[in-house]
């Protein structure tokens, strides 16, 4: 090993320590979540309960407070579910650094098997940071697939407070009819809507036509959803012949391509973009250029890694520049290779 070995064991000792109390600050976080979920239940259990004893008196009750009943139950039951998403999010993380902790434990004893006698110079490195570094990725797709899955199979507890409101909308129909159907078309509305959050979350989380459709059209979508979600102007344009890659490869330029997006409209502020992808034999290159204001050129992206690391993923590379108009533009240019075909 080259004579840099002390000092990257030193470095990787010191990175293991940093996470290692992240760790036990994470688990004190995620005991007092749980708590508080618990706390919560309590609060929607007694709610619910509530809202059942109005609802088998719904006759002599007056309606004020049945949709008071109602109410208080709707919030708990949100406020319970919100921080149920957050006590995922939480242990999602938690499993992160497990994973990453375990590989950093095994970095440090490669590094400190082999830092004597010196290898030879033709041999090759004892740790393959690009293997690390997708071990890490992966375990954050996997934990993305987790949550999309989650999510996408029990919109029906997410929506309970829905047909709730609809039997008492239901039982109110006898004693106001015009109340009842404008409350069952305010719970349409409401209804509709929160679908459509819930698709564009699961799409954020685990975009599913990548995987059926591919690279492009799965961007075209997103770019709509975002313009959407923060009323921006995205120009997005694909030239020359798009085609399917391997999926690790799509989901990594995907990734790259979000986090760069997100970023330059959740903290630049941007509202004026421009994403060009062109295609050629071997590469595709890339290209987003927007106003907003100028930001590091290799911070810490959504997804918590580097611009840099996503590119190492893809042995790519990028630049980055601020014109007099204080256009940023971004270029980044990787090498492709063609999905394997499936013999039939």
Do not use: C
């Not at 840099?4 to 036990?24: C, L, N, W, Y």
């Not at 407070?161 to 719970?187: K, W, Y």
């Not at 770019?223 to 490869?249: C, Y």
């Amino acid at each position: 090993m080259s004579t840099d070995a002390p000092s990257v064991i030193a470095e990787v000792t010191s990175e293991r320590q940093k996470m290692t109390a992240e760790i036990r600050e994470l688990d004190l976080l995620v005991e007092s979540t749980q708590t508080e979920v618990s706390r919560l239940k309590a609060r929607e259990d007694q709610t619910k309960a509530k809202v059942d004893e109005v609802r088998t008196s719904a006759a002599g009750a007056k309606r004020e407070e049945i949709f008071g009943a109602s109410d208080e139950y709707t919030v708990a039951l949100g406020r319970r579910m919100t921080m149920e998403g957050q006590l995922a999010t939480l242990q999602g993380k938690r499993k992160l650094l497990d994973r990453s902790a375990q590989l950093l434990a095994m970095a440090a004893r490669q590094l400190e098997e082999y830092s004597v006698p010196p290898l030879p110079a033709d041999a090759s490195p004892v740790i393959d940071e690009g293997k690390l570094l997708q071990a890490v990725v992966d375990t954050q797709e996997a934990e993305r697939k987790r949550i999309a899955r989650q999510v996408h199979d029990g919109p029906a507890q997410a929506m309970a407070n829905v047909v709730l409101q609809s039997e008492i909308s239901e039982r109110l129909f006898e004693v106001d009819q015009q109340r009842s159907r404008t409350e069952l078309a305010s719970l349409r509305q409401m209804v509709n809507k929160t679908l459509q959050e819930l698709r564009g979350f699961i799409f954020e989380l685990r975009p599913m036509i990548l995987d059926d459709l591919g690279l492009v059209p799965t961007l075209r979508r997103y770019v709509q959803t975002l313009i959407d979600k923060h009323s921006v102007r995205i120009d997005f344009s694909s030239t020359g012949r798009d085609r399917r890659l391997p999926s690790d490869d799509e989901v990594a330029i995907f990734r790259l391509i979000q986090d760069s997006l997100v970023e330059r409209i959740e903290k630049a502020q941007a509202k004026d973009l421009v994403l060009g992808m062109a295609w050629k034999e071997d590469t595709l290159d890339i290209l987003l250029q927007s106003d907003g204001k100028e930001l590091p050129p290799d911070g810490e992206l959504q997804s918590g890694l580097r611009r840099s690391e996503r590119l190492e993923l893809l042995r790519g590379e990028s630049t980055h520049e601020t014109r007099a108009d204080g256009t940023v533009v971004l270029t980044v240019k990787v090498p492709v290779r063609s999905a394997p075909q499936v013999v039939t």
